[in-house]
């Protein structure tokens, strides 16, 4: 068992209780300083990882809000350790390092990190991203956990990029929100919301449809995939459906979802013919993706002004693919055509979208102005405080919090 400091009375950060895990005592000591400007809580040092990870659960008996972990000492090591306390769901894990380094960052987001230290430690990085814990831990001084929320994603044609919208806006609203956040794929015949996160599935939609009326939290927990960002997803199926699923069928999916994930992201793909069930009740969040184009705009003003003019701020207007001024269109005549100005515009960004399209690893996990534009949604839709960054090393490592906005 590795050598413990306690220090239950030390002031800690903002009522957060706090495992401090660093064989290397001068780097450890230099994080227990800077967390411990931040009254209210209690820091743990561990002066070393523990023998093997069957030790773990015993070193972390007790309950901590989050693990900080050290990555220089044993990298390989440390991250086998995040992703253990990561699959456990019981903290949330922040790793520090005194090399800035993008690969070994991304490496610690897939493993289950959520915030990324750099030494020597900034102040108002410390505070922020404790502020980031605090909102996501339930029971501390300024955490309130946010409502059950459905959001619905929808094109005003085909081929205006719902799935790369919804998909990514997904995984950064798990990772932002450190909440239970389900994507659901109905973009039929064949959606690809799945293939856009790298993401193999053995079931579908097609097996919540065939028998409804049996599908309960455990029926629809066996049905899901997880992605390495914490998102749980149920895809399109790869085959064309025989059937068309009932509205009845599809109401009970939402109804067991929004009762099991405090958020629910659903892909509608252009499906206008679902209006009649709950993915359109006046509690669903609709975003509405449409392009810079002729065609794409009359359709987004018939969509808006026929059928979801009374939704208010529960419509959200997204211009996807924008290039300011494209085909002669300016912001006036873009509001004129849609009624109102669009909420979010969404940067045209060819090679980065071809990029991630044909890899593994999905937009949200990039930087990129289409990423951050994304993240920047989820953010506002979950509820998260604006943070401010500063340098262009910060802005490289975004996905463990940092915001470009």
Request: proline letters at 6%.
């Amino acid at each position: 068992m590795a050598a413990m400091s306690k220090n239950p009375d030390a002031p800690g950060a903002g009522g957060l209780s706090i495992a401090l895990i660093g064989p290397n005592e001068v780097r450890r000591k230099e994080v227990a300083r800077a967390l411990a400007a931040f009254p209210g809580g209690t820091i743990r040092e561990f002066a070393g990882f523990p023998p093997d990870l069957d030790v773990l659960p015993q070193m972390l008996e007790q309950h901590y809000d989050v693990v900080v972990i050290d990555l220089d000492s044993n990298p390989k090591y440390a991250l086998e350790i995040v992703e253990a306390i990561f699959a456990t769901g019981s903290a949330t894990v922040m790793v520090y390092s005194a090399l800035a380094d993008l690969e070994l960052a991304l490496k610690c987001m897939r493993a289950g990190a959520r915030e990324f230290l750099t030494l020597p430690l900034v102040s108002s990085e410390i505070a922020e991203a404790l502020a980031r814990v605090s909102i996501r831990v339930p029971g501390t001084s300024n955490a309130k956990r946010p409502a059950r929320k459905l959001f619905v994603f929808l094109g005003s044609k085909g081929g205006c990029g719902v799935t790369t919208v919804s998909s990514n806006f997904a995984v950064s609203l798990a990772q932002e929100s450190g909440q239970s956040t389900l994507l659901i794929d109905l973009g039929l015949p064949l959606g690809d919301a799945a293939l856009n996160l790298g993401m193999v599935t053995e079931y579908s939609t097609t097996s919540a449809f065939q028998d409804y009326s049996r599908l309960d939290a455990s029926f629809l927990s066996s049905l899901l995939a997880r992605h390495s960002s914490g998102l749980a997803v149920l895809a399109a199926p790869g085959e064309f459906p025989r059937t068309a699923a009932p509205h009845e069928a599809i109401d009970k999916l939402l109804t067991v979802a929004r009762q099991n994930f405090d958020f629910v992201v659903v892909d509608a793909g252009s499906r206008l013919d679902l209006r009649g069930t709950a993915l359109f009740e006046e509690s669903a969040n609709l975003y509405l993706i449409t392009q810079i184009g002729v065609s794409e705009l009359r359709n987004a003003n018939r969509m808006i002004t026929q059928f979801f003019s009374a939704r208010g701020s529960k419509l959200q207007i997204v211009l996807n693919r924008f290039i300011p001024h494209a085909l002669g269109f300016d912001d006036k005549r873009i509001a004129k055509a849609l009624t109102r100005p669009a909420d979010w515009k969404i940067p045209d960004d060819y090679a980065t979208a071809r990029r991630t399209q044909n890899t593994p690893t999905p937009i949200a996990l990039e930087d990129s102005p289409i990423s951050r534009s994304i993240r920047t949604m989820a953010r506002r839709a979950c509820g998260v405080p604006k943070s401010r960054e500063k340098g262009g090393l910060l802005r490289a490592l975004w996905p463990f919090g940092r915001s470009e906005e």
